[in-house]
């Protein structure tokens, strides 16, 4: 992750004294680089704040900087390749925001840089200071110049950059909004809106009509996925042992539920489509979610019971075969993500988010439009959970977390506009969702753990064996843990609403 802070100045502007003679600072040698910026034509990734450029003077030339919800962090991805055309495993890592458009430079950037570095005393670098002499080519012809300086936080904590911001603003220099050197450069073509808001704009409680709340939402759960689709190629981690893939997964399940939930005030000509690729994508990511969770519950459930210890050999090598799942999961993944089908299907969400398609009925006011909608979805889950025994069969339990996931999307997604009720009811339908999700969890780790142990009973058997009985053990504690966190779920002060 890069965190800068940015600094405008004139070119009389000199660094103080204070700042050059302190102790820990030490002047690096000027560098001249040259830096060809690429994009697509409309400037895509110039707009959702995001670069791919090739610059000169690096040991990896090719670098691609991606938005992050923290203004000036972006995460960095850098790699070596000759220049011309960048390498495929970058390209790809913008492919949200240039969809099936292609890249080609637009924009080269000359700078005399002096760097400095802020240390401490074992010479580790707490930040480093920056101040950058640009040049903006045409061809051979400078058209324009300016000076920025920039701050970037190093090894050292935010104190040293403020502290250093703090020395540059007695002086004179102004920070300003973080903004790129090739989109200043770029203008105003560049600052234009994103394809995909980032963050769509609050609604009114009082005022915001149906129209507001569902086009709102979809647009959120929208970002959310083109969000998580680099993150998702890098397999990174988005904090708490979360993963891009399950955030990724999570944002169509929502947008599906959404679509499903108010599917009366939307048009089934986009709106039946979009669910159905959004269902293809999902399952996908399914694939690679589950060879997550399994991998990461057999660790748990291997380790249950410290005075009953399973065959670590034998664990290991469950845990390799998981692995094997994963790695074909994630091919799998990795072409869809690179075809054509995908790309499809990035298209039809930036057509949806610019103009989510509501109809008449959107004109009423939320709070008394959109709770109906949510009704049916609850009517179901009790009818469903109606059905639930003790000795019942595992699906008609799975049955009935589908159905509890649906409805606390449905009242997440009225809840800014109905208020506390919701929100409750909400936080009840998670634990609701949470404990049939454990029930669910164990019941598929039950059967995996069979499936592996079917390659060599003889070998296996009898690991394989406690394992199932511990995973059928936590199915048994959640059926009877359901009752408890439904009776919280059912009471009336936080449905009441609902009609």
Same mark, same amino acid.
């Given at each position: ?29 000027? +560098? ?31 670098? +691609? ?27 790809? /890592? ?88 090739? $989109? ?18 609050? +609604? ?69 489509? /979009? ?70 299907? /990035? ?26 909608? $949510? ?41 800014? +506009? ?82």
């Amino acid at each position: 992750m890069e965190e800068e802070r940015k600094f405008e100045v004139d070119e009389a502007f000199a660094l103080p004294d204070d700042f050059l003679d302190a102790p820990d600072v030490f002047a690096l040698a000027p +560098v001249r680089l040259r830096a060809t910026y690429f994009d697509t034509a409309d400037l895509r990734l110039a707009r959702a704040g995001a670069s791919l450029r090739f610059r000169t003077g690096d040991a990896e030339p090719w670098t +691609v900087k991606l938005p992050t919800a923290i203004p000036g962090t972006r995460r960095e991805v850098s790699l070596p390749g000759p220049s011309g055309r960048p390498p495929a495993e970058l390209a790809n /890592l913008v492919t949200t925001f240039r969809r099936s458009e292609p890249l080609a430079p637009v924009i080269v950037l000359r700078t005399v840089r002096q760097p400095y570095e802020v240390r401490d005393d074992a010479g580790t670098v707490l930040a480093e200071l920056v101040d950058d002499h640009v040049s903006v080519l045409v061809g051979r012809r400078v058209v324009t110049r300016f000076r920025e300086i920039e701050v970037e936080r190093k090894a050292g904590g935010r104190d040293v950059l403020d502290r250093v911001a703090g020395t540059l603003t007695a002086a004179g220099a102004v920070e300003g909004e973080f903004t790129a050197k090739h $989109v200043r450069a770029l203008g105003s073509p560049a600052m234009a809106p994103a394809d995909i808001a980032a963050s769509p704009r609050p +609604v009114s409680r009082k005022k915001a009509t149906a129209a507001d709340v569902v086009a709102g939402g979809i647009r959120r759960d929208i970002g959310v996925i083109v969000a998580h689709d680099p993150l998702v190629r890098l397999r990174a981690e988005v904090g708490q042992g979360d993963t891009a893939v399950h955030q990724m997964r999570v944002g169509c399940r929502r947008l599906r539920s959404r679509l499903r939930t108010f599917a009366p005030l939307l048009d089934p000509r986009w709106a039946d489509p /979009l669910r159905a690729e959004l269902t293809w994508l999902a399952g996908v990511l399914g694939r690679v979610r589950d060879a997550e969770v399994l991998r990461a519950r057999l660790a748990v459930t291997a380790a249950a019971d410290p005075l009953a210890p399973l065959d670590p050999g034998i664990v290991a090598e469950l845990d390799e075969a998981l692995a094997g799942r994963y790695r074909d999961a994630v091919r799998e993944l990795d072409v869809a993500l690179t075809s054509e089908r995908y790309l499809a299907l /990035l298209d039809l969400l930036v057509t949806v988010a610019a103009k989510p398609g509501v109809g008449r009925g959107g004109r009423a006011p939320a709070r008394e439009a959109l709770p109906p909608y $949510v009704a049916r979805t609850w009517k179901k889950l009790v009818r469903d959970v109606r059905g639930l025994r003790a000795d019942g069969p595992d699906e008609v339990w799975h049955a009935a977390r589908v159905r509890a996931k649906r409805a606390r999307y449905a009242v997440e997604a009225v809840s800014s +506009v109905v208020g506390r009720p919701a929100r409750r009811l909400a936080s009840a339908l998670a634990a609701v969702q949470g404990d049939l999700g454990e029930h669910q969890d164990a019941a598929l780790a039950a059967e995996a753990w069979l499936g592996l142990g079917a390659a060599d009973p003889g070998r296996y058997g009898v690991t394989v064996g406690r394992l199932v009985e511990r995973e059928r053990g936590a199915v048994v504690a959640a059926r009877r843990r359901f009752a408890g966190v439904w009776a919280e779920a059912r009471r009336g002060k936080v449905t009441g609403w609902l009609g």
